[in-house]
């Protein structure tokens, strides 16, 4: 799109722009990091069926958390134990993850199955990721309710 260049305007904060996105439902596998302060930390969720669902802390460790960071698109990976970031709601999807660190996607490690947990949410996994620094042109989405 046509602009003025990145920096050159006339505008005060007052007038930024936003944005309203629908929501898409869920893919299979599909990660997000939930109620997080930045979008690179947060309670872990997975899609299954079309819902979102929590990570029980179960034998979770930096190897997961350095896979979930990869799949969200970050670096590193440090785990958070005990509902960190708050417990979830609704279904605990996975339980006794136990990744290498090399996998590319969290249902590539092994787990005890979709929904086979002895688990409450005071186990929700969470995780703080490295944030990728931004690339000339990136536009994110601050301060939205989800």
């Known amino acids: ?29 599909d990660i997000r990091l939930a109620d997080g ?7 872990v969720e997975i899609c299954n069926d079309g819902t979102y669902g929590t990570v029980c802390d179960d034998l979770w ?3 997961d958390a350095e896979v979930v960071c990869r799949q969200a698109g970050y670096f590193g990976g440090k785990a958070l134990s005990f509902a960190f970031f ?6 605990i999807w ?7 660190g090399f996998e590319s996607e969290l249902l590539e490690c092994p787990h005890n199955g979709i929904g086979n947990h002895n688990c409450a949410h005071y186990e929700d996994a969470s995780v703080r990721c490295s944030p990728v620094p931004c690339i000339h042109g990136d536009v994110r989405l601050v301060n939205g309710s989800n």
Do not use: K, M, Q
């Open 37 to 43: 302060s930045t979008s690179y930390e947060g309670r």
């Open 61 to 63: 460790d930096d190897n």
């Open 94 to 100: 996975l339980d006794n993850v136990f990744c290498t």
């Open 86 to 91: 708050g417990e979830g709601s609704g279904p």
């Open 1 to 29: 799109c046509p602009h003025n260049g990145i920096g050159s305007h006339n505008c005060r904060h007052f007038e930024d722009a936003s944005v309203r996105c629908s929501l898409v439902p869920c893919s299979y596998g």
